[in-house]
């Protein structure tokens, strides 16, 4: 991946949440697995939309009713301004934003363009569109795959997943997140914890270009 496409995809996660979304591209870069339009055009704003909304779609279609409140409920979760997302809402929104031919800095700058993924629909995402198999592991390990942290310090009793708040994609023990490169998790937010980590099966050798 290039240090331009690497930033750019990264910088798009910035002013909206769709980690788990920008982790699973970094993800496909490294293993060699990018060769869907998704991943060559991934760093533009209405790219990232519509894939969101392809795999929506698929879930609805297919009847997933209990993936589409679990989303609904883990993105309520973070607050305002998304404590009454929907998921018909959110895909209006992306048809809006088509119809209307928002620009790249408009979509960046609308953070109701943020969707909150739960871990197991991470994994759905990544082999229902990708056609990889994953699997979960909790607690500390050094795997590379989408790994994803909480805040040491704030109380997680009460929140989904164990307190997760942020997907991050970690490769060689390097960590990737908002277009930066850092050597551990701490070196990425002090307070950040690992909650899970999402391995990525069958993907192919690395990418000896991803960096």
């Not at 969707?115 to 082999?127: G, I, K, L, W």
């Not at 592991?137 to 997943?161: H, R």
Request: aromatic content about 10%; hydrophobic content about 35%; charged content about 20%.
């Amino acid at each position: 991946m290039s240090d331009s496409i690497r930033n750019d995809l990264g910088d798009l996660n910035n002013g909206w949440g769709i980690c788990g979304f920008t982790s699973t591209f970094y993800a496909m870069s490294s293993l060699q697995h990018g060769t869907r339009g998704a991943l060559i055009n991934a760093s533009r704003p209405f790219n990232v939309l519509a894939e969101i909304k392809t795999f929506l779609r698929i879930l609805q279609a297919g009847g997933k009713q209990k993936a589409l409140s679990d989303i609904t409920a883990f993105t309520r979760s973070f607050g305002k301004p998304y404590d009454k997302f929907t998921i018909e809402n959110y895909i209006s929104r992306i048809d809006n934003a088509a119809r209307e031919n928002l620009s790249d800095d408009e979509i960046k700058k609308n953070q109701l363009f943020g969707v909150a993924v739960p871990p197991d629909q991470v994994v759905a995402y990544v082999e229902n569109i990708w056609g990889l198999k994953c699997s979960i592991s909790k607690g500390e390990n050094q795997e590379n795959g989408i790994i994803g942290v909480k805040s040491k310090g704030i109380s997680n009793l009460w929140k989904p997943y164990n307190g997760l708040v942020h997907y991050m994609y970690r490769h060689n023990q390097k960590i990737y997140s908002w277009g930066e490169v850092y050597n551990s998790i701490k070196d990425a937010r002090k307070s950040f914890e690992l909650v899970l980590t999402i391995r990525i099966d069958g993907a192919g050798k690395t990418n000896p270009n991803f960096r």
